[in-house]
């Protein structure tokens, strides 16, 4: 069965550190993608990355990177030198298949949330 | 505004009343899903949507739920005789490769 775990239930930190979010994943299938969202007090899920489980270089955006160990079944987030703007409840996901065996369907971690103190 | 829109976005009713949302997706997207999420836990999938065709539906879609999405472009979710236990957000999202969702429609349920 798939499943995705988010041991951390609240992270807080001061404004400047880094800070990273931990995500666990199961799944039986070989082809599966990965997920990050953030949903901020608004309550919107806005969309940050999607990985393929054939792609494991670490990904860089802004002050937001990826480690992805499909060894360790983990994909964790990394803010570095965090912002108040940050903090909001962050959710990983995942998605089987590929191509037309892959539904869309997102199973969702029950979420980090990260309050970033001034 | 081309993102996906949900409405109403709040709904208060007493229990045993019927409730519908409405969500309109995103205009070129087949896929369409309906999510449910309660307080302190992650979206829930609920069923899916390709086109007109409902494909999939979780087993916490009740017979007291339902889903449809006639012509393939907006989607409605009914709850009939609500319940305490269904008080919670109900998101709806559209995709063709990531999932694009809207601001939930909250329900509460007195």
């Known amino acids: 069965a798939q499943k995705v775990t988010q041991a951390q239930t609240e992270i807080s930190v001061v404004e400047k550190e880094d800070v990273t979010l931990d995500c666990v994943y199961e799944?039986?299938?070989?082809?599966?993608?990965l997920f990050w969202y953030k949903q901020p007090p608004s309550g919107e899920l806005v969309f940050l990355i999607r990985?393929?489980?054939?792609?494991?270089q670490n990904e860089i955006s802004g002050r937001y990177s990826w480690n992805f160990q499909k060894s360790t079944s983990s994909f964790n987030f990394t803010i570095t030198a965090s912002q108040v703007v940050d903090s909001a409840v962050y959710f990983c996901?995942?998605?089987?298949?590929?191509?037309?065996?892959?539904?869309?369907?997102?199973?969702f971690g029950q979420g980090t949330t990260l309050q970033v103190k001034p | 505004d081309t993102g996906v829109s949900q409405d109403p976005r709040h709904k208060i009713t007493k229990r045993g009343q019927n409730v519908t949302f409405r969500c309109d997706p995103i205009?070129?997207?087949?896929?369409l899903y309906w999510y449910r999420q309660t307080l302190g836990q992650g979206p829930e999938f609920l069923t899916y949507f390709q086109n007109e065709a409902q494909l999939e539906k979780s087993r916490l879609l009740s017979d007291r739920f339902s889903a449809e999405r006639p012509k393939g472009s907006f989607s409605t979710l009914e709850i009939q005789r609500t319940e305490q236990g269904d008080s919670a957000m109900y998101l709806c999202a559209s995709n063709t490769g990531e999932l694009f969702f809207g601001e939930g429609s909250r329900l509460t349920v007195l």
């Open positions: 996901a995942l998605s089987e298949g590929f191509g037309s065996s892959n539904t869309g369907k997102l199973i």
């Open positions: 205009s070129e997207h087949n896929r």
């Open positions: 799944t039986r299938d070989t082809t599966y993608y």
């Open positions: 990985r393929n489980s054939f792609d494991e």
